[in-house]
């Protein structure tokens, strides 16, 4: 069979997939399922409500629904309305008003002309706070009734599809440009690494306004295959849900960052008795630093339960290239280096785990900093470039010319190759990954220097490796030294800045006299020297 082109090719295949193929919903009270057909249909009569609302061929429309059946089902409608979609987490509505005003500032960027979120959460958004031409549409009190007609929408490979909005983004958000072509040539080379077939089954628990999330049910509906979506929530509270669906679903390839194969490793027996994992033929991890403890830690547990080694697929990517850059084939593990040619995130004798080799159509390079290219287990910036590469950021063309140099994407991250297999080291220092989300340093130093006692340009934030997780660690230095002796307050009310404006809490705050950063003869801050010295254990 061809690949769809596009994400609307691929809508308008579902109705001919068998009654029994299409979305179940897993870990609620109750159970739904949704053939693909009837998936097709409905998305097509909200597809009609979309259009009667004034929305056309490249338009942008905000979806906040939680993990469900309906959420997908909206996303099917703006595919089949020919318009992009802009998935974003539902509780920016609910939360404080910095939350709000993050989406109000998200929904001008991209020029938004529908919002649509269940009736509670539109409520909590007053309509005054949203721009005039954006309406705003309680899919749950207002649903889109069953329409006639068919839709007069064609839609090209080079049209956008998907917004996807970088993560940690606060004042001044980025929206990766991602068209149908980038969409389909990333599942299409995907499913060419895991092969999918009839009895492949996809399960997922990723909040669908995570690209890895997202893509993993529009990759399902192009192959098309069942689709298993767990509730986000439910995996936090009760992890033990994501192997019971696998088991239930007999469930064949899923995909997580590593965090939440290390949560599994602290479930108690009685929590996990019954599991049956012999079906899993792909556990993607992905999203952030794959952890060799965590992959040798999960084998050694679900063994017995009928994971295998050859499962694992370590991968690599990130939301600039569609998702995937990097992946192995189906069935071969991981590689792993335990002598890395330098010291991974500051800490020796962790080794490092390859994530896989670029695709066929993609060109991938390690340069140092003039841009050459480096030979094997030398480490400097990871470039890529091929048709998923994304068209830049939207609406921000001095941040794209900066992404893409004469074709290249230049991602940021640090690796090497070694025989083909790229194996990531690190990150530069403006970009931090936690649980699967990106934070920017400079965001995140932003937030910390509005405590009136943090001197200008006097704060530091950081990554660093604790056991099979990441974190972030912060710095601050005061205006006087007479202040420190209110030091713990200041780093509660940093703690709490952050947990309310960029939803992480930092592992560490260190609070310091001022002058105490070692900067350049410009005055810049030099983040990694400050770095090195806290993992040296050399910050008092």
Known sequence: ????????????????????????????????????????????????????RG???????????????ELLVHLCGVIQAGAVIVCVDPGML????????RLVAQARHVGARVLLARGTLVGALSAHEMPAECALWAVDEHPAGPADGALAVEVEPDDLAVLQFTSGSTSAPKAVRITHGNVMNNASNLAG????????????????????????????????????????????????????????????ISPAPNFAYARCLDLPAHRTAGIDLRSWRVALNGAERVCPATLEGFTARFQSAGFHPTAWSAVYGLAEA?????????????RFD??????????????????????????????????????????GEILVRGPSISRGYHGDATASERFIVDGWLHT???GYLDAGELYVVGRRSGKIVVRGHNYHAEELEALIEREACVRPSGALAFGVVRGATDDVVVAAELRHASMLECSDAVADRIRAT???????????????????????????????????????????
């Open 55 to 69: 929305v056309g061929r490249g338009d942008t429309v905000i979806v906040a629904l939680p993990s469900s059946v």
């Open 193 to 252: 690494r895991f092969r999918p077939g009839p009895d492949d089954v996809m399960v997922s628990w990723l909040p669908l306004f995570h690209d890895m999330g997202l893509n993993a049910f529009l990759g399902s509906m192009s192959y098309p295959g069942p689709f298993v979506l767990i509730p986000t929530s439910r995996f936090i509270y009760r992890p033990e849900t994501w192997l019971k669906a696998i088991t239930v679903h007999r469930g064949t």
């Open 498 to 540: 952050l947990a309310r404006d960029a939803g992480l809490v930092p592992w560490d705050v260190i609070i310091l006299a001022p002058g105490s950063f070692e900067r350049t003869s410009s005055g810049k801050k030099r983040r990694e020297a400050f770095r090195d010295a806290y993992l040296a254990q050399q910050i008092a």
């Open 94 to 101: 609910v939360g404080r008003g910095d939350h709000r005003r």
């Open 338 to 379: 335990p002598a890395p040619p330098t010291r991974v995130f500051g800490a020796a004798g962790l080794g490092c785990v390859g994530v896989g080799q670029p695709f066929a159509d993609h060109a991938l390079r390690v340069v140092d900093e003039a841009r050459r290219t480096l030979p094997d287990r030398h480490v």
């Open 1 to 52: 069979m061809t690949f769809p082109a596009t994400l609307l090719e691929a809508t308008r295949r579902l109705p001919a997939c068998p009654p029994d193929m299409g979305v179940h919903l897993f870990g609620t009270e109750r159970s739904e399922f949704l053939p693909y057909c009837a998936l097709q249909e409905r998305g097509k009569d909200v597809a009609h409500a979309l259009r009667a």
């Open 412 to 414: 940021g991250d640090l």
């Open 322 to 334: 569609t998702l995937a850059v990097t992946v192995p084939d189906a069935g071969t593990g991981y």
